[in-house]
């Protein structure tokens, strides 16, 4: 697609439940980032890839919390566990580059009841 | 204190006003970055920058490295502006830092 893909756009899950979270970035796109928006909040930076470099985990909260991204395109955000203070917009962004503006995707709304 | 801040926090203009935003960042930086969130929710990249100023249309941005301040300004302003504009700086690695957002709201 044209641009930032992000899936499923809205996840329920009951405490204690693993999710994943899923990013399609641009085609080309050699950066990508994860982020959340906890509800009322500013963003924060959660994990950055670069190519084949070894990622940026240091946005991670806690242990629970883990990505990949597989052949240089997809990423996947797995949480593990999950509690209510997980609940957030989980907004996927890729860029060319790492000098150039970044295309964010719609994000993935996680409800944790 | 906050790593990034903006000012004002809210804005209230009418359409048409000369609007600026203003972002101060109290670390070393090495790219700065602004966005622009809809109502919506969604996310647009309006700018990066690591010295001087960009002109995108009615969107203008500038920044002091010195002062570590950045301002955006938007001309002949129209209420399809209104939204919450982040400024956001890289100091180290890729990790940005967020400022908390200026709500802009443009009347018609």
């Known amino acids: 697609g044209a641009g930032v893909s992000q899936s499923p756009s809205n996840k329920v899950t009951e405490k204690g439940k693993d999710v994943e979270l899923r990013c399609d970035p641009i085609?080309?796109?050699?950066?990508l980032y994860w982020y959340r928006q906890s509800l009322g909040q500013g963003l924060e930076f959660l994990i950055y890839f670069q190519g084949n470099s070894a990622p940026d985990k240091s946005g991670l909260p806690s242990d629970r919390f883990s990505a990949e991204r597989t052949g240089g395109s997809v990423s996947t955000l797995t949480i593990q566990r999950t509690q209510q203070e997980d609940s957030a917009v989980y907004l996927c962004?890729?860029?060319?580059?790492?000098?150039?503006?970044?295309?964010f995707g719609a994000g993935t709304r996680l409800s944790v009841l | 204190k906050n790593e990034v801040e903006q000012s004002p926090q809210n804005l209230t203009a009418q359409e048409g006003e000369f609007i600026t935003i203003n972002c101060s960042y109290s670390?070393?930086?090495?790219?700065l970055h602004w966005l622009q969130q809809h109502p919506g929710g969604g996310i647009v990249s309006l700018f990066m920058?690591?010295?001087g100023k960009k002109k995108h249309g009615r969107l203008i941005a500038t920044i002091n490295i010195q002062e570590k301040h950045s301002s955006l300004h938007i001309t002949a302003s129209h209420p399809r502006d209104s939204a919450v504009y982040i400024c956001?700086?890289?100091?180290?690695?890729?990790?940005?830092?967020f400022g908390p957002g200026t709500r802009l709201s443009v009347l018609p």
């Open positions: 085609s080309g796109h050699t950066a």
């Open positions: 962004a890729s860029s060319h580059g790492t000098a150039n503006i970044q295309y």
């Open positions: 956001a700086v890289r100091s180290g690695g890729q990790n940005f830092v």
């Open positions: 670390v070393g930086i090495s790219a």
């Open positions: 920058l690591s010295s």
